[in-house]
């Protein structure tokens, strides 16, 4: 069993602004857009252990979600442009146990109809940023799978670095792990 770190609380992370972007806490006004973006095939098509079957799995998804930023102060933030209300996806870091101990996970998944405009890359930025800011002694990781091309891009453009040595094996298969700095053993 890994040791879970005291929770501390960051309220200036409640919402990012980038050149383009918003990024803000989930509430229940993003429901349907989690249901949505968690129940398209093309959206999850690399993980497909994260599709949802009924709006009460988006329910159980977004308390998660929620209970990760009340005991922490951080989490997955829906992302829109400055000028739309309509959700692009969600983006964020949260505490997740990985070997030894815990680490930020970072997490992207965006509606493919946003995809090729480097949302992605600038939300994903915008998290790796205010994780090296706010948790500097925390590993940021991101898994990702071997033919998802564009998500490795993603992880490297945020600022990751390629960790072979710590590939393991998740939910949809292999997972090929990136990494906050370039000299983490695991």
């Known amino acids: 069993m ?109 509606f493919p109809s946003s995809w090729g405009s480097g949302y992605a890359s600038e939300a994903a930025g915008a998290a790796v940023d205010w994780a090296r800011t706010h948790r500097p002694d925390d590993l940021v990781i991101a898994r990702v799978r071997p033919e998802n091309l564009a998500s490795q891009r993603v992880a490297l453009r945020a600022g990751l670095v390629r960790a072979p040595h710590l590939d393991t094996t998740g939910d949809d298969g292999t997972d090929w792990l990136y990494v906050s700095g370039n000299d983490h053993e695991g």
């Open 2 to 110: 890994t040791a879970e770190p005291a929770p501390t609380r960051d309220t200036g992370a409640e919402e990012l602004r980038t050149g383009r972007l918003l990024l803000r806490r989930p509430g229940p006004e993003d429901l349907d857009a989690i249901f949505a973006l968690h129940t398209d095939p093309e959206a999850c098509s690399h993980n497909p252990s994260d599709l949802l079957e009924t709006r009460k799995d988006a329910d159980l998804l977004l308390l998660r979600w929620t209970h990760q930023w009340n005991r922490y102060g951080f989490g997955y933030w829906t992302v829109r442009r400055h000028d739309s209300a309509e959700a692009l996806g969600f983006c964020g870091v949260k505490i997740v146990g990985f070997r030894r101990g815990p680490v930020l996970n970072l997490f992207y998944r965006f």
